[in-house]
């Protein structure tokens, strides 16, 4: 890529810090520069974000219909799946699937959803319910 | 406390960590591209199944925590690396390192790393940052990808450091065990080197997946994608594809321009012309790696999508292949002089 034409598309990390490109001078020689972003890279993390956000709408419309829990909210919300999930609260993974369970989910032991609770960083009240508040 | 550590920004977290640090440690030939290359990091791999948050496993530079290893090693100076089960003790070696002097390079995880933007902070955990100091409750942090050092908290660090998933850091901190100057004559023995094993990376690795023949497996698959995953899924898994060749660290195309200023550098170390003439061809095929970019953005934005656009991904991939095929090749053919 040639010195000159370095993309400048002002993007997310863009406007926290420029990041160094290796372009190339005008006789030939590789040097840095800072870019402030290019509008490819950014619409690609788009779509990712867009995904992310199909799948916590659709884990919304599932609890709703009581055919998953919660938990499959939170876990889109917060970006994670189930291997994730059961690293940071400390159950297996085999647990976390059956707690995505509706029905599995109700009897879940008060202890149990405050694990839960902590790791998505809401309240049991807001786990159970779905209803964070958050921009 | 506060050491007297100089911050340098780079295109990539650990090329940077590798470079300060060194740089600390009295090796002033030190740069990123030089620490890239001597660490063998260009790589390719597409791993068909394995998936990362959603879409497909590719990887344009080795395994994490090599290029460390791997250029101190070649350089003759031994590595300090730790994992930790507690948090406390964690805290307290890196606390021991800090008062003994010693700038520590820290695996993170990037998903509560409080100084990036939101957007870029997904559960990816083989970030890497240096940590220079302590004052009041406030880490002095400098992270390579950002132009200013910056801080977090003990809280925040030790969240980070102990992020859970897919390569999780257990707290893992690591820095050269020895300060001490380095002679051109090792840089040149370790460019060799490096250049050695990257063209075995990238030539023999066995199987379809890995290296030249990952990058043709790849550009077969994506001309799959369109009928197999629905032009939606495949928009972004192409996605995914951009976020990973182009995103934070790569220094653009791939690696593949840090790779070809490292051949420049190369060449001010050993006078041999075709260094030069082999860099050309990495920024050929990273400016194609750019160009397959642009094409997937006009699919994954809907601009186009027709099975003929997929059809011209795959030709910049294979066109690629070929180019690096040649340049590796080339490189594996230099004499060096003894």
Known sequence: ?????????????????????????????????????????????EVAWKDVEQRIQAAHQKVLNKEASPILFFMELRVMDIPIVAAYTGFWKWQVKRHLKYKVFEKLSASGLARYAEVFEVSVEELKTMKVDET | MKLDFQHTQAAHCENGVTTSLLRHHGVNQITEPLAFGIGSGLFFIYIPFMKINNGPAIAFRTQPGLIFNRTCKALDIPVARKKFRSKEEAEKILMECLAAGQPVGCQV?????????????????????????????????????????????????????????????????????????????????????????????????????????????????IGQWRDKLGPKKAGSYLAQLVRMQEEIGTGGGGFRFIYAAFLQEAYTYHQIPELIDISKQFTKSGDIWRSAAVQAAGIYKGRIGSQADFNVMSDYLNASADIEKQAFQALSKIKWPA
């Open chain 1, 1 to 45: 890529m040639k010195k000159d034409e370095l993309p400048q598309d002002l993007g997310a990390l863009g406007k926290i810090t420029g990041e160094v490109c290796y372009v190339v001078d005008e006789s030939g020689n590789y040097t840095t520069v800072l870019s402030n972003g290019w509008e490819v890279k950014s619409s690609a993390l």
């Open chain 2, 109 to 221: 995880g990037v998903y509560y790393l409080t100084y990036f933007p939101k957007e870029y902070r997904f559960h990816f955990n083989a970030h890497n940052l240096i940590v220079f100091g302590k004052e009041d409750d406030q880490f002095l942090i400098s992270d390579p990808v950002m132009e200013m050092a910056t801080s977090l908290s003990s809280y925040e660090l030790e969240r980070v450091r102990f992020a859970k998933g897919a390569f999780a850091p257990r707290g893992q901190l690591y820095y050269p065990k020895e300060k001490k100057a380095v002679t051109d004559e090792q840089i040149r023995k370790a460019i060799k080197t490096g250049i050695n094993r990257n063209v075995n990376l990238m030539l023999r690795i066995p199987g379809p997946i890995a290296g030249i023949r990952g990058i043709r497996f790849m550009a077969k698959k």
